[in-house]
């Protein structure tokens, strides 16, 4: 019984968390996309708040159906380490990632669950590195086949895509897979 409630706790979180993005972005919709100003503005005290909200906003439906599967793919292979993992992996991702475009990003609202979603990513990969069991080996493996095309989201393609928080959220992922993780 234990392990179903896990199972269904875990399952819980990470449908909630997908409802929550996307009733927020119909929210968004319905104010004609003005919460797009609660992204990351680099630089700026304001720009501050979009650290934590720049994950729930998306810029329009399209935006955020791009999003939908890897969040619930990748997020879904975090989450198999516990809620409590998934949820301090989360909030790594989030700030560390957040930071990193708000130090270094160009001037522009920066906004979606990318940033998180290639921070997924990147731990799920470092996991299979740093910690060098079976298990993490073959879901880096089969991440890297899955989603490996999404390294090229790093680069600037389009000036409309926040490459930087790909980048950010990226490296958040890795740096938190080796602080969260130990070498055995």
Do not use: D
Not at 47 to 72: A, D, K, T
Not at 78 to 106: E, H, K, N, Q, T
């Amino acid at each position: 019984m234990l392990i179903q409630s896990t199972w269904k706790n875990r399952l819980q979180v990470i449908i909630g968390l997908f409802i929550v993005l996307w009733v927020v972005e119909l929210l968004n919709l319905a104010l004609n996309h003005s919460l797009g100003n609660f992204g990351i503005y680099p630089r700026t005290l304001i720009g501050l708040r979009g650290i934590v909200l720049s994950p729930f906003i998306h810029h329009g439906i399209m935006h955020l159906s791009l999003n939908s599967i890897p969040f619930l793919v990748l997020g879904g292979l975090v989450i198999l380490r516990g809620v409590p993992a998934f949820s301090s992996i989360s909030i790594f991702i989030i700030v560390v990632g957040g930071a990193g475009v708000w130090l270094f990003a160009r001037p522009a609202y920066h906004a979606g669950a990318s940033g998180l979603i290639f921070g997924y990513f990147g731990f799920l990969v470092a996991a299979g590195w740093y910690e060098k069991k079976f298990l993490s080996i073959i879901i880096a493996l089969v991440v890297l086949f899955l989603y490996g095309g999404i390294i090229w989201g790093v680069l600037p393609s389009r000036p409309f895509v926040s490459w930087e928080g790909h980048l950010f959220g990226l490296l958040a992922g890795v740096i938190g897979a080796r602080f969260f993780l130990k070498k055995k």
